[in-house]
């Protein structure tokens, strides 16, 4: 278990942090990129542009999105590494893109409200 709010590790304010975000996020291959079936090469490439951005995204600004942005790129990683997915958690490469657009939308929400704060 962690505790990072004991910890004394400072959060980064929205505006520091929300470049990166949209960077990650507008590097996912849109379904028309990745073609049908999905080239290996695109998604493996996608895939180490990920895993190179993971520790920009930790901490997140909001205590709120820390899990929303843990989810959206553990099945970002998993669509990439498995292309297409077929698993249990992730069956296809649709129910990846509709769950993505959902946690960056509970994301963006968050990043609103705390921009307005400030």
Same mark, same amino acid.
């Given at each position: 278990?962690?505790?990072?709010?004991?910890?004394?590790?400072?959060?980064?304010? @929205?505006?520091? /942090?929300?470049?990166?975000? *949209?960077?990650?996020?507008?590097?996912? !291959?849109?379904? $028309?990129?990745?073609?049908?079936?999905?080239?290996?090469?695109?998604?493996?490439?996608?895939?180490?542009?990920?895993?190179?951005?993971?520790?920009?995204?930790?901490?997140?600004?909001?205590?709120?999105?820390?899990?929303? @942005?843990?989810? /959206?790129?553990?099945?970002? *990683?998993?669509?990439?590494?498995?292309? !297409?997915?077929? $698993?249990?958690?992730?069956?296809?490469?649709?129910?990846?893109?509709?769950?993505?657009?959902?946690?960056?939308?509970?994301?963006?929400?968050?990043?609103?409200?705390?921009?307005?704060?400030?």
């Amino acid at each position: 278990m962690v505790f990072t709010s004991c910890s004394g590790e400072s959060r980064p304010s @929205v505006e520091e /942090w929300h470049p990166t975000w *949209e960077a990650v996020v507008g590097s996912f !291959p849109s379904a $028309s990129t990745l073609g049908t079936p999905p080239d290996h090469a695109v998604c493996s490439h996608a895939l180490g542009v990920l895993r190179s951005t993971l520790g920009d995204l930790s901490p997140t600004p909001d205590l709120a999105i820390d899990d929303v @942005v843990a989810d /959206w790129l553990q099945i970002a *990683e998993n669509a990439l590494y498995e292309c !297409p997915p077929s $698993s249990q958690t992730i069956p296809s490469l649709e129910y990846a893109y509709a769950e993505l657009a959902r946690l960056q939308a509970e994301v963006d929400v968050v990043l609103v409200i705390d921009a307005g704060d400030g």
